[in-house]
């Protein structure tokens, strides 16, 4: 069974489902050139424990990491301007994620289901957080920076958010958007 892979330097995409349902694979090195990673490549990788995203990827598909059950942290890189849809919904056991400066919107049910997530900090550069975009996740520590624009619709619900902190340039919260946050 396939339970490590290094992508060579040479690899620039990866397309969609090119990795998808490997549940054995535990560990895969993304080399920095990578720029795209296309719809559910990773998707249902359940054994992954860990990836790295190049800080050369511009491009991601919905789903990419989708049911990637095992995966723990996640550090998105600045040049990725859009977390799109479901990149890492499901990924029950990450507790750790990092945004950084650059990315600009955080896709619909991007993070949902991250059920060991207690804290994150959305950085200013982000102006959206989509529809659902946390929904589910376990988050007690939550700062939006200042710079976030718009909430979307349940994008914090059935969350545990002890401590809100929410910048004043939010201009626009969604329908149910900390539904029983509590």
């Known amino acids: 069974s396939l339970t490590e892979v290094i992508i060579p330097n ?3 995409s990866i397309e969609s489902h090119a990795f998808s349902q490997c549940s054995e694979l535990i560990k895969i090195t993304i080399p920095n050139g990578v720029t795209h990673i296309g719809e559910r490549a990773f998707y249902g990788c359940f054994d992954m424990v ?3 995203i190049p800080k050369s990827l511009t491009s991601m598909d919905s789903g990419a990491f989708m ?3 095992s995966l723990t942290e996640v550090v998105i890189p600045g040049s990725l ?3 799109p849809e479901d990149a890492f919904f499901d990924c029950n056991e ?4 990092v945004i950084s400066d650059g990315v600009e919107s955080i896709g619909e ?5 991250a059920e060991k997530l207690k804290k ?3 950085p200013g550069s982000v102006k959206s957080i989509e529809n659902e975009a946390f929904y ?3 988050i007690e520590d939550l700062t939006i920076s200042d710079g976030v624009e718009s909430i979307g619709e349940e994008a914090f619900a059935y969350n545990r958010i002890r401590n809100l902190t929410i910048s004043d340039s939010v201009t626009d919260i969604g329908k149910e958007a900390f539904y029983y946050a509590n």
Do not use: M, P
């Not at 049910?109 to 289901?113: H, K, Y």
């Open 109 to 113: 049910s991007a993070f949902g289901g």
């Open 67 to 69: 049911y990637c059950q």
């Open 81 to 83: 301007k859009n977390i």
């Open 50 to 52: 860990g990836i790295k």
């Open 94 to 97: 990450l507790a750790e994620v």
């Open 120 to 122: 994150i900090i959305i």
């Open 136 to 138: 589910g996740s376990q």
């Open 10 to 12: 040479t690899v620039t």
